[in-house]
């Protein structure tokens, strides 16, 4: 006998971290993406039925498939096409490969990877952008509606809209379950690495629950951005998303605290940062650069046109601070250098407010924190905006109004381990002398 409660939590946990393995084995044995993901969430109505009262099985993500298996015969049979289809299930297994297996060399016309081609599926150009991160993230990445409308900064009844259109749009078109062809590949590739970038950032800092870190998702977007490499091994910008998601895993090991609670850049410990994966970054962002190699903190019109991309400034960025031996060595110059660029090619205000924090470490945090300030109707609601301030403000002295922006961030949405930290910040800053205003530069 087990809890509702823990049942559920059961459910959640299989969902989050077999979905699009699921999801995609099904889709590969129906032929319809749509029906697919229709039969896994039946199967999780089931296991939500009959785990209370029957346990847990010893492998959730089996049981699942086996249900919605079971489910799809029972529809075919209606369908009178059990002939047509049943040897399929009789013939293959629930693909099993390891999430860390990728093949040193690939036939780039084939690869055998039933998550890449759920991914190249759910960025059809039959859909509009949005539509497609929407839908790949609630399948591949198991991420709910809440979930993918923080993380797209949309509404949760317009992300819900775009799932249900796009899977509609997909079946109308009868979009085939495979990875395209040469030729069709470059129109679907930004969208892609978009996905694998949001999937990747998932697992990097969890948009909610307990802990802060996914690295089982983290570790699927590595792998996926490798399988995507070996598919398309020319395309710098694969490689840059590569280096990039090395760079940022590189730290897993000490971003948390023995609390649970997440450490900043500066409070790491970077003799537990795995140099394996900073030169694995290395090595990839080598093989992204062109000749001249990835910029330093030249004029950001310049950079852009030196042909450096979206995911490769980032991984720029992220190989500052990698390589950097202590925090106060880090070259902040060169980072607010890569921002600007960043901000030239792909303007957004996430990415000023990420400036903006970068000002702060070069040049001091007044001028931030005008930056900062300025955001506020474009990122209402996005709780690094208060985080941001909130740090500022405490550099600045002004301890009441940064406790006030700490208990800010911490009532917006977010995991567990962020709010906890967020509150106990609030009360370290009303605790110390309150309306006391210095300058740090």
């Known amino acids: 006998m087990t809890s509702d409660g823990h049942a559920q939590r059961a459910v959640e946990a299989v969902w989050r971290d077999e979905s699009a393995r699921i999801v995609s084995a099904l889709t590969r044995h129906t032929g319809d993406f749509s029906w697919a993901?229709?039969?896994?969430?039946?199967?999780?109505?089931?296991?939500?039925?009959?785990?209370?009262?029957?346990?847990?099985?010893?492998?959730?993500?089996?049981?699942?498939?086996?249900?919605?298996?079971?489910?799809?015969?029972?529809?075919?049979?209606?369908?009178?096409?059990?002939?047509?289809?049943?040897?399929?299930?009789?013939?293959?297994?629930?693909?099993?490969?390891?999430?860390?297996?990728?093949?040193?060399?690939?036939?780039?016309?084939?690869?055998?990877?039933?998550?890449?081609?759920l991914v190249f599926v759910a960025c059809h150009p039959v859909l509009p952008a949005q539509a497609r991160l929407a839908l790949t993230l609630r399948t591949v990445a198991g991420l709910t509606t809440e979930q993918i409308a923080r993380a797209l900064l949309m509404t949760v009844p317009t992300v819900q809209q775009r799932i249900v259109r796009a899977k509609r749009a997909l079946a109308t078109e009868g979009v085939a379950f495979e990875v395209p062809d040469r030729a069709e590949r470059p129109a679907r590739l930004a969208s892609v690495l978009q996905v694998i970038y949001l999937l990747f950032t998932e697992g990097y800092s969890a948009t909610e629950g307990e802990g802060l870190v996914r690295p089982d998702v983290a570790r699927e977007a590595v792998r996926l951005g490798?399988?995507?490499?070996?598919?398309?091994?020319?395309?710098?910008?694969?490689?840059?998303?590569?280096?990039?998601?090395?760079?940022?895993?590189?730290?897993?090991?000490?971003?948390?605290?023995?609390?649970?609670?997440?450490?900043?850049?500066?409070?790491?410990?970077?003799?537990?940062?795995?140099?394996?994966?900073?030169?694995?970054?290395?090595?990839?962002?080598?093989?992204?650069?062109?000749?001249?190699?990835l910029p330093g903190s030249g004029a950001a019109g310049a950079l852009v046109e030196r042909g450096i991309g979206y995911y490769g400034l980032q991984a720029a960025i992220a190989q500052c601070h990698a390589v950097a031996p202590t925090f106060a060595d880090t070259d902040w110059q060169r980072v607010l250098g890569l921002y600007d660029a960043l901000d030239a090619l792909a303007p957004s205000a996430v990415v000023r407010l990420n400036r903006a924090v970068a000002l702060s470490m070069a040049e001091g945090p007044e001028q931030a924190l005008l930056e900062v300030n300025s955001l506020e109707s474009e990122l209402a609601g996005f709780r690094p905006l208060p985080a941001v301030r909130a740090e500022l403000l405490e550099r600045l002295g002004d301890t009441d109004a940064a406790a006030a922006a700490f208990l800010e961030a911490a009532a917006l949405p977010?995991?567990?381990?962020?709010?906890?930290?967020?509150?106990?910040?609030?009360?370290?800053?009303?605790?110390?002398?309150?309306?006391?205003?210095?300058?740090?530069?």
Do not use: C, Y
């Open 37 to 117: 993901e229709d039969l896994a969430q039946e199967a999780l109505v089931e296991a939500l039925a009959t785990w209370p009262s029957g346990g847990i099985p010893d492998n959730p993500g089996a049981w699942l498939m086996s249900v919605a298996k079971r489910r799809a015969i029972d529809g075919w049979r209606r369908r009178e096409r059990m002939a047509q289809r049943e040897p399929l299930f009789v013939s293959e297994a629930l693909h099993a490969e390891s999430v860390d297996t990728v093949p040193d060399e690939a036939d780039p016309d084939h690869i055998d990877d039933d998550v890449l081609r």
């Open 226 to 293: 490798r399988q995507l490499a070996a598919l398309m091994p020319r395309e710098p910008e694969i490689w840059s998303l590569i280096a990039l998601m090395e760079f940022q895993s590189s730290r897993f090991g000490a971003r948390i605290d023995a609390e649970g609670l997440p450490l900043t850049l500066e409070q790491q410990d970077r003799r537990r940062w795995d140099r394996s994966a900073i030169a694995r970054g290395n090595e990839a962002i080598g093989r992204a650069a062109p000749p001249a190699g």
């Open 414 to 441: 977010g995991n567990d381990a962020e709010t906890a930290l967020l509150r106990r910040r609030a009360a370290q800053a009303a605790s110390s002398a309150p309306g006391r205003t210095r300058t740090h530069r």
